[in-house]
Nanobody, 116 residues
Framework: QVQLVESGGGLVQPGGSLRLSCVASGYMFSMNVMGWYRQRPGEQRELVATITRGGTANYADSVTGRFTISRDNVKDTVYLQMNNLKPEDTAVYYC??????????WGQGTQVTVSS
């Protein structure tokens, strides 16, 4: 089992920044991908960014150039630095870790609200 605990969400004005953190605990499969997904009310969960253990990152087009994903393999932690936030970034953000087909775990989510 793996537990993921997110933190760092909150209310921010348009153009502002937030940094999300997600700490993983439990059995850590070595070849894993960690990532952030988000879900707006009434919509499906969507990919925001992922990062391999080796540091290869992948971003959704909507956040490229504004968000940066990083990870600390010693601390089993993944971060999401979000800059120039827009109202459309408002969503619940979920941390995820996966490896193969059966190793796939989610955090409880953290709310990000971008509003003036």
């Amino acid at each position: 089992q793996v537990q993921l605990v997110e933190s760092g969400g909150g209310l921010v004005q348009p153009g502002g920044s937030l940094r999300l953190s997600c700490v993983a605990s439990g059995y850590m499969f070595s070849m894993n991908v960690m990532g952030w997904y988000r879900q707006r009310p009434g919509e499906q969960r969507e990919l925001v960014a992922t990062i391999t253990r080796g540091g290869t990152a992948n971003y959704a087009d909507s956040v490229t150039g504004r968000f940066t994903i990083s990870r600390d393999n010693v601390k089993d932690t993944v971060y999401l630095q979000m800059n120039n936030l827009k109202p459309e970034d408002t969503a619940v953000y979920y941390c995820n870790i996966k490896s193969g087909l059966t190793y796939d775990y989610w955090g409880q989510g953290t709310q990000v609200t971008v509003s003036s």
